[in-house]
């Protein structure tokens, strides 16, 4: 089964740029979408098809999806980005798969 | 703007089946190119698809959980639900419905609901 890849955690301070990786198998061959979870709620989406932002979404979130790596990367990172960030790989010929989070504390 | 709400008990004894309904509001669930979908969250740890379900029936299913799933469907009662047989512990987590647009990502969440399985 197809399996995503993404590092446990990563710390970024307040104002700084953070880039996460999500990578599996030729991964740029299929659309990846971005999730954000904070304690206690839904998932909610801030990425999808690559690199497009949900409505609502701040333009501080950008996505990038080549060879087996995907990446969100969040610019100027604010407390409220403190989150568990889950990537999911859009396969029409399998069905969908989420990698296992990347917790980002904002310190 | 879809809404999406989880229902069912909130304790299942291990070796019987779990049953959960997802009620939406704010639009029809035959609306064309929506998908009707589960996923599930073990407490502390991450997000596991377990299927989705079209309008006209058409569903997909996790292969580690196929066995033991049913998803289905009900466009009077804007309702769809999921059925897990055979329960066991590992089926411990809180369960979420949801709704996407082909690969336009899961875009509406219910709050999510606890399933505990216990003997």
């Known amino acids: 089964s197809y399996e995503l890849t993404q590092p446990p955690s990563v710390s970024v301070s307040p104002g700084q740029t953070v880039s996460l990786a999500c990578s599996g198998d030729k991964l740029g061959d299929k659309y990846v979408c971005w999730y954000q979870q904070k304690p206690g709620q839904p998932p909610m989406l801030v990425m999808y098809q690559d690199s497009k932002r949900p409505s609502g979404i701040p333009e501080r979130f950008s996505g990038s999806n080549s060879g087996n790596t995907a990446t969100l990367t969040i610019s100027g990172t604010q407390p409220m980005d403190e989150a568990d960030y889950y990537c999911q790989a859009w396969d029409s010929d399998s069905f969908y798969v989420f990698g296992p989070g990347t917790k980002v504390t904002v310190l | 703007q879809l809404q999406l709400q989880e229902s069912g008990p909130g304790l299942v004894k291990t070796s019987e089946t779990l049953s959960l309904s997802c009620n939406v509001s704010?639009?029809?669930?035959?609306?064309?190119?929506?998908?009707w979908a589960w996923i599930r969250q073990p407490p502390g740890k991450g997000l596991e698809w377990i299927g989705s379900?079209?309008?006209?029936?058409?569903?997909d299913h996790n292969p580690s959980l196929k066995s033991r799933l049913t998803i289905s469907i009900d466009p009077p009662k804007n309702q769809f639900s999921l059925r897990l047989d055979s329960v066991t512990a590992a089926d411990t987590a809180i369960y979420y419905c949801a709704t996407y647009l082909g690969s336009w990502g899961l875009s509406q969440w219910g709050r999510g609901t606890l399933v505990t399985v216990s003997s």
């Open positions: 704010g639009g029809a669930i035959t609306t064309d190119n929506h998908f």
């Open positions: 379900i079209y309008y006209s029936g058409s569903a």
